[in-house]
């Protein structure tokens, strides 16, 4: 039995931290994660024939994760070709004229960033290459003069793009950076010098992702192999590591846009930060990756069956209450769980006005109950008078607060209507043959435990952590079968057995 | 000190320890309907030639009522019980005719209206378990032995026995009060007086949870008294266990002063407060039952069994 708890609360925890950690499900209610929403955008000027337009697209297996790829083209149609860093997309059109506008649309978010520390084999050790002189020599001296200041692969190539960038009074670097123009040909120079001490390097392609980029293009920065991972170097300040902010689209080979049949105007990109809700974000993502769990998960009805589940799942936490009420505790209640399903009723009136609706109704049905005593019903007709007085009852309540002003009042209307006419009815024979104290003793019991089952099921952590992780719910499970066997004392048999602690001499 | 640790320490049983420990354990739940079934207990037992108050009759529908008028015709005095009833719910007690009417233990009188409308709320089962449609059963009046009069106020004293595997290990006397209307429970009301399993005198005794020496009616001492059969009540009280198969029973007896020991009924879920009747804790009679190496089959064997483990937990 113990066992048997202990794998359920295994195998419920363990499903929970797989899927807020690997899957990313937030633990709790109300985070949002940022998602970019990345426009690529190709402008064409096409001849009139058939088109083909070739189309690089970022990298998949790099540190951010993909929601949702799009591609918006009027005349075209588009499939995605190769995969990892060799993904493009193609775009066709049988016919095309004039200028055409090709949209490539990606909604990302950063993704855990570890993603970017992965490992990846050596690529080969470049040969050195042959510079010719005079250059040869300079970059031999700022080499050395760099190696001679750092301690590992990386902090020597963030020197060196340092020195690299500060060209003011050292020669060697005046004399390398001599001819270059632009970025691209910057951090090409810095791999060459890199090259002379076998570093393997190559050039990383980012997008800088800012709030309402418009017309951006990628920009060129240095990836260094330090022989466990690649790390991504800003060219032009030293700066290791990819920025928030910074997408990495590819590396290597500048990415083109070709087209056969038309000529490219011009590409470029734009983005826009949105906030959207982290379960909505990270159970996407989970689809993609084509989760088996989350795929049969709640997530997969329609939507109105999964608000009646957000209910539904809170009515084990209120059941473990009850058991925790009446066997650790020693409270009494009216019928096993009518306590849960007045704290349902309550979730919806709100606690205070609950409590005054449900106290009215059952003084009044109990009133009209005493009567009914004395006409002598059989039991089912009584109980259907108690039930129809009790619907009666609630009528009034509404139409009178309505009338009043107090709309409030008007969810009574929500109240179990059966449960409450047993209440009523089961109030009264206790009260007829265990008297007044018993009676209300338990009817207020009842009430208690409903308002502590209606605190417990209105913890909104509570409330997510049981839709999006269900399987918790098999910790509860876990910890009903564990309190079923529980033989400790309740707490009430302390004043139960108060004689004993008090008046019974000690034994020895 | 830890008031639960002071507990254990006493030896008392608690709710939490006796559903899981001692009737989950022992007793299975298919034997229920042979204890929760007063007739079927009433017959069993008749059966097995335990002796029990004699059934004047059933009423099993309302049509069958006006069979009420020849089952009572001539009776002076007749209990009407639900088969299926707890706790003392449901139970009339009639003492004597008052010409056209009845008069109640309580003094109450009850017209013939007034137990047909009685009768058929046990009918559709208003003081059952459950509140299925019940039975009724008439039987006869136990009077309780005269040497009870003078603490027993206008009811039936009964004897609660707790059966352990067999072995009769504590045992009440309760007794009605002007509170509990006639009846012996004691959460309507009515004293629990602690009996010495060994020899059958009354030890200690309890009313609505404090202890008390005196009848809180009759103002007679409560303690000190003997129950006269108390071996042959201890051993009808083991013979129960072999009718019914439950390993951890409650037998409600009553001492007539005709006919002896009687069987009233049984009980799968004895409450607890025969514990603080007798100034004891369960605890330790229950756990030398189970270190007894063999229970023994015949019901005098057990029953003494019961009386050594009760002096020796004293």
Same mark, same amino acid.
């Given at each position: 039995m113990r066992l048997l708890a202990l794998s359920l609360i295994l195998i419920g925890l363990s499903l929970a931290a797989y899927k807020a950690n690997v899957l990313g499900l937030p633990l709790t209610p109300d985070t949002t994660a940022e998602v970019w929403t990345v426009d690529m955008r190709v402008q064409l000027r096409a001849h009139g024939g058939p088109v083909r337009v070739d189309m690089p697209l970022p990298d998949s297996d790099i540190a951010f994760t993909r929601l949702q790829e799009e591609f918006i083209a009027t005349a075209f149609s588009a499939i995605i070709d190769g995969d990892g860093a060799e993904r493009r997309a193609i775009w066709t059109a049988r016919r095309a004229r004039g200028r055409q506008t090709l949209y490539y649309r990606l909604q990302l978010t950063k993704g855990t960033t570890n993603l970017a520390q992965q490992f990846s084999p050596v690529p080969g050790y470049p040969e050195v290459p042959d510079y010719g002189e005079p250059q040869g020599a300079a970059v031999r001296g700022l080499l050395d003069s760099v190696r001679a200041a750092s301690a590992d692969i990386e902090s020597f190539a963030r020197r060196l793009v340092l020195r690299y960038n500060q060209p003011s009074g050292d020669d060697r670097v005046h004399l390398l950076r001599d001819g270059v123009t632009n970025a691209e040909g910057h951090v090409r120079n810095l791999i060459q010098i890199l090259a002379g001490a076998r570093i393997p390097a190559r050039v990383a392609w980012t997008l800088e992702l800012s709030k309402g980029m418009r017309a951006q293009h990628l920009q060129p920065w240095l990836q260094v192999h330090n022989e466990r991972h690649w790390i991504t170097i800003n060219p032009e300040t030293g700066a290791t590591g990819l920025p928030a902010t910074r997408l990495l689209w590819g590396t290597g080979k500048r990415p083109t846009v070709h087209a056969e049949g038309a000529e490219v105007v011009e590409w470029g990109f734009a983005a826009i930060r949105t906030q959207r809700d982290v379960l909505a974000v990270a159970t996407q993502r989970a689809a993609d990756v084509g989760s088996l769990l989350v795929s049969l998960s709640l997530f997969s009805l329609p939507v109105q069956t999964q608000s009646v589940y957000r209910v539904l799942l809170l009515v084990p936490i209120g059941a473990l209450i009850v058991v925790l009420m009446r066997n650790i505790v020693g409270m009494q209640t009216f019928g096993t769980f009518m306590p849960v399903l007045i704290a349902m009723a309550f979730r919806e009136t709100q606690l205070v006005v609950g409590i005054t609706l449900f106290c009215v109704v059952v003084a009044l049905g109990l009133l009209v109950r005493f009567y009914l005593e004395r006409l002598r019903l059989l039991l089912v007709p009584r109980l259907a008078a108690v039930?129809?007085?009790?619907?009666?009852?609630?009528?009034?309540?509404?139409?009178?607060?309505?009338?009043?002003?107090?709309?409030?009042?008007? %969810?009574? $209307?929500?109240?179990? +209507?059966?449960? !409450? &006419? @047993?209440?009523?009815?089961?109030?009264?024979?206790?009260?007829?043959?265990?008297?007044?104290?018993?009676?209300?003793?338990?009817?207020?019991? %009842?009430? $208690?435990?409903?308002? +502590?089952?209606? !605190? &417990? @099921?209105?913890?909104p952590l509570l409330a997510h952590l049981a839709f999006v992780f269900p399987e918790l719910l098999l910790v509860v499970l876990a910890a009903a079968l564990l309190l079923g066997r529980y033989t400790g004392y309740r707490l009430t048999e302390l004043w139960r057995f108060r004689t004993a602690l008090r008046e019974w001499e000690r034994p020895g | 000190?830890?008031?639960?640790?002071?507990?254990?320490?006493?030896?008392?049983?608690?709710?939490?320890?006796?559903?899981?420990?001692?009737?989950?354990?022992?007793?299975?739940?298919?034997?229920?309907?042979?204890?929760?079934?007063?007739?079927?207990?009433?017959?069993?037992?008749?059966?097995?030639?335990?002796?029990?108050?004699?059934?004047?009759?059933?009423?099993?529908?309302?049509?069958?009522?006006?069979?009420?008028?020849?089952?009572?015709?001539?009776?002076?005095?007749?209990?009407?019980?639900?088969?299926?009833?707890?706790?003392?719910?449901?139970?009339?007690?009639?003492?004597?005719?008052?010409?056209?009417?009845?008069?109640?233990?309580?003094?109450?009188?009850?017209?013939?209206?007034?137990?047909?409308?009685?009768?058929?709320?046990?009918?559709?089962?208003?003081?059952?378990?459950?509140?299925?449609?019940?039975?009724?059963?008439?039987?006869?009046?136990?009077?309780?032995?005269?040497?009870?009069?003078?603490?027993?106020?206008?009811?039936v004293p009964d004897i609660?026995?707790?059966?352990?595997?067999?072995?009769?290990?504590?045992?009440?006397?309760?007794?009605?009060?002007?509170?509990?209307?006639?009846?012996?429970?004691?959460?309507?009301?009515?004293?629990?007086?602690?009996?010495?399993?060994?020899?059958?005198?009354?030890?200690?005794?309890?009313?609505?949870?404090?202890?008390?020496?005196?009848?809180?009616?009759?103002?007679?001492?409560?303690?000190?008294?003997?129950?006269?059969?108390?071996?042959?009540?201890?051993?009808?009280?083991?013979?129960?266990?072999?009718?019914?198969?439950?390993?951890?029973?409650?037998?409600?007896?009553?001492?007539?002063?005709?006919?002896?020991?009687?069987?009233?009924?049984?009980?799968?879920?004895?409450?607890?407060?025969?514990?603080?009747?007798?100034?004891?804790?369960?605890?330790?009679?229950?756990?030398?039952?189970?270190?007894?190496?063999?229970?023994?089959?015949?019901?005098?064997?057990?029953?003494?069994?019961?009386?050594?483990?009760?002096?020796?937990?004293?």
């Open positions: 039930l129809v007085v009790v619907v009666l009852i609630m009528a009034v309540i509404s139409v009178f607060s309505h009338r009043l002003g107090f709309d409030r009042a008007l %969810s009574v $209307a929500l109240f179990p +209507m059966v449960i !409450l &006419a @047993m209440t009523v009815e089961r109030m009264s024979v206790v009260w007829e043959e265990a008297g007044a104290r018993d009676a209300l003793q338990k009817g207020f019991g %009842s009430l $208690a435990v409903a308002v +502590m089952a209606y !605190l &417990a @099921m209105n913890q | 000190m830890n008031p639960f640790r002071r507990l254990r320490e006493l030896g008392l049983i608690g709710m939490n320890r006796r559903n899981a420990s001692y009737i989950l354990e022992h007793n299975p739940r298919r034997r229920y309907p042979l204890v929760d079934d007063k007739l079927r207990t009433k017959r069993l037992a008749e059966a097995a030639g335990i002796a029990v108050p004699k059934l004047l009759g059933v009423i099993t529908s309302i049509r069958q009522l006006d069979a009420l008028d020849t089952m009572l015709d001539g009776r002076e005095d007749f209990v009407i019980k639900p088969t299926k009833g707890s706790g003392g719910n449901g139970i009339v007690v009639v003492t004597s005719r008052l010409g056209e009417r009845w008069r109640r233990a309580s003094g109450l009188p009850l017209s013939r209206d007034e137990l047909s409308y009685h009768v058929s709320n046990i009918l559709s089962g208003m003081h059952s378990l459950g509140g299925l449609p019940d039975r009724v059963m008439v039987e006869q009046r136990v009077r309780f032995d005269a040497r009870f009069d003078a603490v027993s106020y206008r009811g609660r026995t707790v059966v352990y595997r067999g072995v009769p290990v504590m045992a009440m006397m309760r007794l009605p009060t002007h509170a509990s209307d006639g009846k012996a429970n004691l959460h309507l009301g009515g004293i629990g007086v602690g009996i010495d399993i060994a020899d059958g005198h009354t030890t200690a005794a309890i009313w609505r949870n404090r202890p008390v020496r005196l009848h809180p009616d009759t103002l007679s001492s409560v303690i000190g008294l003997q129950v006269p059969d108390w071996d042959r009540l201890l051993e009808l009280a083991a013979q129960c266990q072999a009718l019914c198969g439950l390993g951890y029973l409650g037998v409600d007896l009553v001492l007539d002063q005709d006919c002896g020991p009687l069987v009233l009924e049984l009980n799968a879920r004895p409450g607890l407060s025969v514990q603080l009747a007798n100034r004891a804790g369960l605890g330790p009679r229950l756990d030398a039952v189970d270190a007894l190496r063999r229970i023994p089959h015949e019901a005098c064997a057990r029953a003494a069994i019961g009386r050594e483990i009760a002096s020796a937990c004293a």
